[in-house]
């Protein structure tokens, strides 16, 4: 039963994919971005996030949700706490939960970029990924603006069928920025699509002794996926698109009636119960956004007609 305790945290909480460990520590200059974004196609409602772009002294920089690693101190006096006690507790009414799942990489100088996702192998987490070689047709303009104690210049650019404009910082000597953005003479600062469905904003900054791209939970429960499963695209996008449309695909065949009808201490209701909420918040969690960064070739070709 232990092991199942721990697929319920880890469906909890690591949404977020991750790589293998490294052994050496690392640094990191951590960006904090605010991302207003409109989750659905067909409403005006906004809906914010603050996500983090970690630039660290190993040539690579991640961008991922901060909502789980900026719960990481209550999380460790909540589990110590149930260790303590010898009782679970649902942790999912008290702890927000992230609304953007994947992690982005950028391997420095080269700037290839990994997009990485978790999802379930049975009770395992797994990561999945692509990689592509991006070059990003930057426009830069002799506009100038102060963004927060930032002075920036503008630029423009077409990528994922959206038109973008950024606003760079020579201030910050980094030729990155938020998601897969990167290649101006500075760090980004703001950048949004002309429609405005995605506008991330700088927020500030500061320095991560020993850095880990793993929140607490996942460094805890072991759910860092494992070695990254690279895929074509097309077979990454169809992949994730199966797991987003039955989360427990492969869990359900594991799950005898015996376990499904056992109950958990300090828990409301049964095994079966908490797999019911999961699955619910799993497919609740998938389904908040139909709106993506990118919008694929086939929905392009549908908006010129």
């Given at each position: 039963?232990?092991?199942?305790?721990?697929?319920f945290?880890?469906?909890?909480?690591?949404?977020a994919?991750?790589?293998?460990?490294?052994?050496?520590?690392?640094?990191?200059?951590?960006?904090?971005?605010?991302?207003?974004?409109?989750?659905?196609?067909?409403?005006?409602?906004?809906d914010?996030?603050?996500?983090?772009?970690?630039?660290?002294?190993?040539?690579?920089?991640?961008?991922?949700?901060?909502?789980?690693?900026?719960?990481?101190?209550?999380?460790?006096?909540e589990?110590?706490?149930?260790?303590?006690?010898?009782?679970?507790?649902?942790?999912?009414?008290?702890?927000?939960?992230?609304?953007?799942?994947?992690?982005?990489?950028?391997?420095?100088?080269?700037?290839?970029?990994?997009?990485?996702?978790?999802?379930a192998?049975?009770?395992?987490p797994?990561n999945?990924?692509?990689?592509?070689?991006l070059?990003?047709n930057?426009?830069?303009?002799?506009?100038?603006?102060?963004?927060?104690?930032?002075?920036?210049?503008?630029?423009?650019?077409?990528?994922?069928?959206?038109?973008?404009?950024?606003w760079?910082?020579?201030?910050?000597?980094?030729?990155?920025g938020?998601?897969?953005?990167?290649?101006?003479?500075?760090?980004?600062?703001?950048?949004?699509?002309?429609?405005?469905?995605?506008?991330w904003?700088?927020?500030?900054?500061?320095?991560?002794?020993?850095?880990?791209?793993?929140?607490?939970?996942?460094?805890?429960?072991?759910?860092?996926g494992?070695?990254?499963?690279?895929?074509?695209?097309?077979?990454?996008?169809?992949?994730?698109?199966?797991?987003?449309?039955?989360?427990?695909a492969?869990?359900?065949?594991?799950?005898?009636?015996?376990m499904?009808?056992?109950?958990?201490?300090?828990?409301?209701?049964?095994?079966?119960?908490?797999?019911?909420?999961?699955?619910?918040q799993?497919?609740?969690?998938?389904?908040?956004?139909?709106?993506?960064?990118?919008?694929?070739?086939?929905?392009?070709?549908?908006?010129?007609?």
């Amino acid at each position: 039963m232990k092991k199942l305790f721990s697929v319920f945290f880890i469906a909890l909480f690591a949404f977020a994919s991750a790589q293998d460990s490294k052994d050496s520590k690392e640094t990191a200059n951590r960006f904090f971005y605010e991302l207003t974004f409109k989750p659905k196609k067909d409403s005006t409602k906004l809906d914010k996030v603050i996500t983090i772009l970690d630039i660290t002294d190993k040539n690579r920089s991640v961008y991922q949700d901060y909502t789980v690693i900026a719960q990481d101190s209550i999380m460790k006096i909540e589990i110590e706490a149930m260790q303590k006690a010898g009782m679970m507790k649902d942790l999912s009414k008290t702890l927000k939960s992230p609304k953007i799942s994947a992690r982005i990489y950028k391997t420095y100088p080269g700037m290839k970029v990994q997009y990485v996702d978790k999802i379930a192998n049975g009770f395992t987490p797994s990561n999945i990924g692509y990689s592509e070689d991006l070059k990003f047709n930057w426009n830069i303009l002799n506009d100038k603006q102060k963004i927060g104690e930032y002075n920036t210049q503008k630029a423009t650019t077409e990528f994922g069928g959206r038109k973008w404009t950024a606003w760079f910082s020579t201030d910050l000597p980094f030729q990155d920025g938020p998601y897969k953005f990167f290649g101006l003479p500075g760090l980004i600062v703001k950048i949004e699509d002309d429609q405005k469905n995605y506008s991330w904003v700088l927020q500030g900054n500061k320095k991560v002794k020993d850095y880990t791209e793993y929140s607490y939970i996942e460094n805890l429960m072991q759910a860092k996926g494992g070695k990254v499963n690279e895929l074509p695209r097309e077979k990454f996008e169809r992949t994730f698109n199966d797991f987003k449309k039955d989360p427990f695909a492969s869990i359900r065949p594991m799950m005898t009636q015996e376990m499904l009808s056992k109950t958990v201490p300090g828990m409301d209701g049964t095994v079966g119960d908490m797999v019911k909420k999961q699955e619910k918040q799993y497919k609740d969690f998938y389904s908040a956004n139909d709106n993506p960064i990118e919008i694929s070739a086939e929905s392009q070709d549908k908006k010129k007609k």
